[in-house]
Structure formats: structure tokens, C-alpha cells
């Protein structure tokens, strides 16, 4: 172990920042503040925190040091002049894979060991238990085993491996699966308005509905895994492209754009050409790969 660890400094209090913060405070830990705007800082103060002068004082202070800003280009610039030589560095700000790893390089460069964070909660489900909330984390195993219990405090803690580019990887395709989600929410509220059914009533069927769907993610799992796209397939591409163009007729028939849908059913129609009636959708992920 390096330092201390029951001190540490954390960089950026936007919304997020501030609850890191304030939830390490909360559980005893020494904790010292930096940020852009000073006046944000204000309320952790209040709360027992320090606030540095700068942001390279804020790192000499703790042997562990979190940036939480807004994106990878304000972690270089409030760096930039930073000792972080036998630092600990953890960047729970969101990245792309690419941007997390060149961050891990940059950041050994300058003596710090580096672990990459994607955070899967929102501000108000930090550091409460049973949330939910958790993080992923990739990059140095050794600082993560050094500061397993610290970094346990804010959320939940998912070490994915020791490629710097791994949480953020996960967090993107997490983050993706639900926006494909949220299209097919608007597509079916879109379809649904006008009708009889309130709206409250109708989220409620679409939450028990994408409820029970969700584990298909599994079915698909095990086709990537065997490399056979039919086990187990029990709606395959021949019935869904049909069931497809009954979609489309009711979004037509409702004045609704099928915009939302479209792409993905384009590539299941190309999936079934080229041979596939017997699969499910798993193909279409062999379609998408550049
Ligand atoms: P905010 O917009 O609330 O805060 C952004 C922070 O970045 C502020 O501290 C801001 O400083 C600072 N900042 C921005 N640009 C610069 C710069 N050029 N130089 C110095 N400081 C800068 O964002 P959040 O706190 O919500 O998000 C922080 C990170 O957490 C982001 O990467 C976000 O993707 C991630 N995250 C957020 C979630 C959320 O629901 N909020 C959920 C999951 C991840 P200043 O106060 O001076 O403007």
C-alpha cells in the first residue's frame, strides 16, 4: 500500500463529483476537494471536507486521487500540471475506450499507477446502500486491490480487467442496449397516444413486458458462445420479418414514423436473405462488425 488510504482527493464537483465526495466524507474519510468553479466546493467544506488552492495541490494531498469531470479532454487540461509521480489515479470521468487507455499511458508516464472508472448510477444513487448503483473499474489490479474497501464506499465495484479501456467499454455497451431500449419505448408510446390506454397504465405493461424479454440477452450469449445461431430458437428470423411488416403497417396505420425501427429490421431482412431463416436475431451482431 502506498499512502494513506483513508485520505483522498477528489477533482470535480459537478453532480457527480459532489456525491463521491461526500459520500467518502460521510464514512470517515479524509477528503480533499478541487474544483474549476471554487464556490462549489462550499458545501463540503461545510461538511468537513479541505479544498485545495489548485488542482496540484489537491493531488499532493492524498495518495489516492479521483477525477470526476466532465470529459476526458478537462481531465488533461486540469492535470496538466500536476505531480502525479507514485500517485493513484482513478478517472471515474466517462470515456471511450481509446481515450482510457491513452489516459493509463500517459498517466504511467508521469510515475502514476491508473485505474479507469464508468459509473452506472445517477448522482442521488451514490453511497446509498442497496441502490443499485456500482462501478466498473479497469486498469492496475494492484491499485485496485490497494483500495478495494475506499473505493466500495461511493457504489458497488466491478474490476474488469486490466486493459485501461475495459469499464469504459462496458459502460458504453450498457449504455448503448439502453438507448436501443429507449427507441423502442418512444416507438410504442408514439404508437400508443391517442389511444384509450392511459399512459401510466400502458408504462406499466412495457416494464413487465421488457422485463420478461430482457433475459434473452442469455439465448444470444449462448449462440455467440457455441457459434450455432439456431439452439434454442424458438421465434426465428423467417416469422419475426413477417411479424416485422405488421409492426410497420400499425405504425402507418397510427401516422406514426417508423424511423426508430427500420434499421434494425433492415438487418434482419439482409440476415434472412442471406440464408438465415432459422436463426433469431443473433446474426444481425455479424452484420454490424466492420
Ligand atoms: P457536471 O456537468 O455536473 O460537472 C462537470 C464537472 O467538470 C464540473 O466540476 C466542472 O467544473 C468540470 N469541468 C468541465 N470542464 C472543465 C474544464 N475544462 N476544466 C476544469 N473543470 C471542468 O457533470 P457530472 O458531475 O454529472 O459528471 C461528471 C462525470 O461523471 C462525467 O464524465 C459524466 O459522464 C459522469 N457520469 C455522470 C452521471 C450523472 O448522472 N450525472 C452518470 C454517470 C457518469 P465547473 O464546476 O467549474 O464547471
Known amino acids: 500500500m502506498r499512502e494513506d488510504t483513508k485520505k483522498i482527493s477528489v477533482l470535480g464537483l459537478g453532480a457527480m463529483g459532489t456525491a463521491i465526495a461526500r459520500a467518502w466524507r460521510g464514512a470517515g474519510y479524509g477528503v480533499t476537494v478541487w474544483n474549476r468553479t471554487v464556490g462549489r466546493a462550499e458545501a463540503l467544506v461545510g461538511e468537513g471536507a479541505e479544498v485545495a488552492g489548485t488542482a496540484g495541490e489537491a493531488v499532493a494531498a492524498s495518495g489516492l486521487v479521483v477525477v ?7 481531465v488533461g487540461e486540469v492535470l496538466a500540471d500536476a505531480d502525479l509521480m507514485g500517485r493513484d489515479l482513478v478517472n471515474v470521468t466517462t470515456s471511450t475506450p481509446g481515450q482510457a487507455r491513452r489516459r493509463a499511458d500517459w498517466a504511467g508516464a508521469r510515475g502514476a499507477r491508473y485505474l479507469d472508472g464508468g459509473i452506472m448510477a445517477v ?7 442497496d441502490s443499485g448503483a456500482y462501478v466498473f473499474y479497469s486498469g492496475s489490479p494492484e491499485l485496485f486491490a490497494d483500495h478495494r474497501d475506499a473505493l466500495a464506499v461511493p457504489a458497488g465495484t466491478r474490476y474488469v480487467g486490466e486493459d485501461a ?20 419505448v418512444s416507438h410504442a408510446f408514439a404508437l400508443m397516444r391517442g389511444s384509450e390506454a392511459a399512459p401510466r397504465e400502458f408504462a406499466a405493461l412495457l416494464v413487465e413486458w421488457l422485463t420478461a424479454m430482457a433475459p434473452s440477452a442469455n439465448g444470444v450469449a449462448t449462440h455467440l458462445e457455441t457459434g450455432d445461431y439456431t439452439l434454442g430458437v424458438t421465434s ?11 409492426l410497420l403497417r400499425t405504425a402507418e396505420e397510427q401516422g406514426i414514423s417508423p424511423e426508430l425501427l427500420s434499421p434494425f429490421m433492415a438487418l434482419m431482412e439482409r440476415r434472412l436473405a442471406g440464408g438465415h431463416g432459422d436463426e433469431g436475431t443473433t446474426g444481425v451482431i455479424d452484420l454490424l462488425l466492420r
Do not use: Q, W
Open 123 to 129: 448522482p442521488p444513487m451514490i453511497g446509498v446502500p
Open 236 to 246: 426465428n428470423l423467417v416469422m419475426m420479418v413477417e411479424g416485422n411488416g405488421t
Open 165 to 184: 479501456g475495459s469499464a469504459a467499454l462496458h459502460d458504453a455497451a450498457l449504455l448503448s442496449a439502453m438507448t436501443g431500449m429507449f427507441a423502442g
Open 68 to 74: 470526476c469531470l466532465l470529459d476526458d479532454a478537462s
